[in-house]
C-alpha cells in the first residue's frame, strides 16, 4: 500500500504565503509524476501544479508566477509553496502521485485525503 500525507493548509490573509507538503510512504518502488490539485466549494477539482521526476514543472495559468513547486526524490516528497494567495485560491488541496507499486510492474494513481487552504480577510 501507499499513502500521501498533506500538510500546511490552513487560514492565511490575502496577499499572504502557504506552504504545502506531502510525503509518499509505503511499499513504493518509483514516482512519476507528483503534483497538486484542488477543489473549491461546487467546483470540479482542477491541476495546480504537477512535476515530472526529473523536475519539470507545469502551472495552471491561474497560479504561474505565484506558486512553485519542487520535489525531494530521495524522501518521496512534493512542496507547493504558494505566494500572493488571493481568495479565489481557497479549497480542499490534494497531493498526488503515480507510484510504482513494488513488485507491480505497473503504476497506479494515488491521492491524498487533501487540506483545506482559506485566503480570507
Known amino acids: 500500500q501507499v499513502q500521501l500525507v498533506e500538510s500546511g493548509g490552513g487560514l492565511v490573509h490575502p496577499g499572504g504565503s502557504l506552504r504545502l507538503s506531502c510525503v509518499a510512504s509505503?511499499?513504493?518502488?518509483?514516482?512519476?509524476?507528483m503534483g497538486w490539485h484542488r477543489q473549491a466549494p461546487g467546483a470540479e477539482r482542477e491541476m495546480v501544479a504537477d512535476?515530472?521526476?526529473?523536475?519539470?514543472?507545469r502551472y495552471a495559468d491561474s497560479v504561474k508566477g505565484r506558486f512553485t513547486i519542487s520535489r525531494d526524490n530521495a524522501k518521496n516528497t512534493v512542496v507547493l509553496q504558494m505566494m500572493s494567495l488571493e481568495p479565489e485560491d481557497t479549497a480542499v488541496y490534494y497531493c498526488?502521485?503515480?507510484?510504482?507499486?513494488?513488485?507491480?510492474?505497473?503504476?497506479?494513481?494515488?491521492w491524498g485525503q487533501g487540506t483545506l487552504v482559506t485566503v480570507s480577510s
Open positions: 498526488n502521485a503515480r507510484v510504482e507499486i513494488r513488485g507491480s510492474y505497473r503504476f497506479f494513481d494515488v
Open positions: 509505503g511499499n513504493i518502488m518509483s514516482i512519476d509524476v
Open positions: 512535476i515530472s521526476r526529473i523536475g519539470r514543472p
